[in-house]
């Protein structure tokens, strides 16, 4: 095998209560990774997508996880790698796990498959450790693993694979900006013992939710006492779009990751795609652009598209 | 029917990292409940045990949940109560939950079950509260249903019934005193976030660990970085037998409700007798009476024995 091209899929993390433990992989929005062997040392990027992104092999988030693989490996030669990027990147959808994932686990498939997904996981974040300035697995381990994961421990990279529950995502995408950084700043250092009982009750429950795939109690279970009421102030509209995505239908939902991205669950397509057009028209008439997606959660991580 | 004998469960409650939101009911020990008929307004209670509970109906637990009971439903008669407490009071392990539920479920039966199951844990709870000054369900719930069960909300009284994990369980019950109250007292009104963090990614490990029996990842799971700390310094010896145990195979585990209890989970009944043992013999060096059970998770909640 010369030359693989793969799928890389965007993820959702925190999924309301779960913040920083869990995330899951969707069908859409996704990136297109094509990796070639090279007969010399070395890694080419090259972007054919338009958001500017450093083709610099060690200031681009798929170089930096690739030139960490080719370390543990030990590997003599290098690698040709063309991403088209349809995730936006800062839009709290995964961009830069998508890509340190995916180019990791395109190379290892053209290798032969040398490596765990333990050690891929651990590669694709040196690339998003560099990108968002923390080391969180939430977006690298779905995107390597599909489904819903669950990190119980990110030190000791003790990652569970949960299947994904039989459900429809809205997702809307305001073109602000708000970075990582600073949407953790704004964190409470300390937080009332009793509102994390609370938390930790809707964890439990979105979990057996997900485990025993009960949309119900999934539903009852998206309520997020703590990290949402903070962060939501840095989304214009937030509690609008919210409302009006729950009077359509909607289960539940919030921000995707530290945002601005928001996503919303429904139990059918159809419900699905009138939330996400209640929530863009909030954000229109708020004259906030935004760009959406009715997608579903994806059971594969990254997937191989083609080789030769 | 005029006479109905029951049996209700011990129960584990808070399980380490599920601080007020799990609870599993055990085998042994178990409480004996025998509930009649009469034919008049009132109830009487008999202890036939050496607790020394009082047996006026205003003042127990029993008492107090069945007159709950005779108000919700409006009946105009009364019941005779004789109850065989097993389950010592202030152990940590359910005691007043299995009185309050045992004798809610045994009237119940006899006048034909004309109440739900949330129901009957609202009644029981009216004795819980009297009894702990706090109104949790972690025993209760367990206690009626059986198994291992969530506390998704308590207010809304969304109550989440899991399978029991396939482990064995030592239990052993130091004979201290404990103040529920006091044990709440000392805990802390505010916890760092990260440690939150910590704690309900076990929370997620644990209860996806019971979903699918994955007994190492609820052995990896089984931690508690904010209450234990904390109330464990009210046990003496607390570390040490602890650490007995885990060196004698246990998986792991803590203090059984507010203590002085404490439990460990074993993979199986061989490890589980020796896990006891070890944890009795570093009380008694300390010269701290104990009493121990070697048990498993019961999946059924209170039992009718038998009626007539």
């Known amino acids: 095998m010369q030359s693989i091209k793969v799928s890389s899929p965007g993820t959702l993390s925190n999924l309301c209560c779960g913040f920083d433990i869990l995330g899951m992989a969707v069908e859409a929005p996704f990136d297109i990774i094509q990796v070639s062997k090279r007969n010399a040392p070395g890694i080419s990027i090259k972007h054919i997508d338009t ?59 053209l290798l032969g498959n040398p490596l765990s997904y333990k050690d891929l996981i651990a590669l694709a974040m040196e690339g998003e450790a560099m990108a968002s300035g923390s080391r969180h697995m939430d977006n690298v381990a779905p995107c390597i693993l599909g489904g819903t994961v669950l990190i119980r421990d990110s ?124 929530m863009q028209m909030v954000f229109e008439r708020l004259n906030v652009e935004c760009k959406s997606y009715v997608t579903k959660p994806s059971s594969m991580g990254v997937q191989v598209l083609e080789s030769k």
């Open 155 to 278: 030190a000791q990279m003790d990652v569970v694979r949960l299947n994904n529950p039989d459900l429809h995502i809205s997702i809307v995408h305001p073109q602000i900006e708000i970075k990582t950084s600073y949407a953790r700043e704004i964190l409470p250092v300390d937080i009332p013992l009793k509102k994390a009982v609370s938390q930790w009750a809707n964890v439990g429950g979105l979990i057996s939710g997900i485990c025993m795939n009960d949309l119900k109690l999934i539903e009852r279970s998206l309520v997020d006492v703590i990290i949402e009421p903070v962060r939501s102030k840095l989304i214009p509209g937030f509690n609008e779009v919210k409302q009006r995505a729950l009077d359509a239908g909607a289960m539940g939902g919030g921000i995707s990751g530290s945002g601005p991205s928001m996503f919303m669950f429904s139990q059918d397509e159809h419900t699905a795609t009138c939330v996400a057009k209640e």
């Open 51 to 109: 958001f500017g992104l450093p083709e610099d092999s060690a200031k681009n988030i798929a170089g930096v996880s690739l030139m960490a693989m080719i370390d543990m490996l030990d590997y003599k030669e290098g690698f040709d790698v063309v991403i088209e990027k349809k995730i936006k990147p800062g839009s709290g959808l995964g961009s830069s796990a998508a890509s340190a994932a995916g180019v990791v686990v395109a190379a290892n498939e």
